[in-house]
């Protein structure tokens, strides 16, 4: 079965050089249980490198089973308010598991010698739901600062997301202009 999967350089991402061709990937917006989460990390644009990105989360790795109703994985870093306000939700009790974000995964392609997006949503806000496993959610927070990227102090999480119910599209592509377009989320009848 085909899937997604791409380990990403968090250096690259929060450190862009043109000589450095690596994955690197961003969640650019985030709402967790109904409150939106600040994007506070200014990063590059890999298709624009002299424009500025405001994320909220600089991505270490992320994943996709390809399947419709199959979660998606983020892992990456994220700023110091941020980390506590996912901590506190950790220990809540939620009520409210709706996910809203927005994300962009760029390789780098070299035959054409440019980054394309290889995974990534568009302008669209993806909705989606914290996936359980059993009775956990698979939302965690790390609880010391992160040593790969020392400033601005970021600290690592990870969140499994599985689809509402309502058809969703995102693209995957393997290459400068070889795109496709996938189903993510079923309507309910």
Not at 25 to 35: H, I, Q
Not at 48 to 70: H, K, R, Y
Not at 101 to 128: I, Q, S
């Amino acid at each position: 079965m085909p899937q997604f999967s791409l380990n990403l350089n968090v250096d690259q991402g929060f450190n862009f050089r043109k000589d450095k061709n690596v994955p690197v990937g961003f969640v650019t917006s985030m709402s967790l249980n109904g409150k939106a989460l600040t994007s506070d990390i200014k990063c590059k644009d890999p298709l624009n490198p002299t424009t500025d990105l405001t994320v909220f989360s600089v991505l270490s790795s992320a994943a996709w089973e390809i399947g419709v109703t199959d979660a998606i994985y983020f892992s990456g870093q994220i700023s110091a308010p941020n980390r506590n306000r996912v901590a506190m939700l950790t220990y809540l009790d939620l009520a409210n598991v709706e996910v809203k974000f927005k994300y962009n995964v760029y390789n780098y392609d070299p035959v054409a010698k440019t980054y394309y997006l290889c995974f990534h949503c568009g302008d669209t806000e993806m909705l989606g739901l914290l996936e359980k496993v059993g009775e956990k959610l698979t939302l965690s927070v790390a609880d010391e600062a992160s040593t790969e990227v020392q400033s601005p102090i970021n600290y690592s999480f990870s969140l499994g997301i599985k689809p509402q119910q309502s058809a969703q599209t995102l693209t995957l592509a393997t290459a400068n202009q070889q795109n496709v377009v996938k189903q993510w989320g079923l309507t309910s009848a």
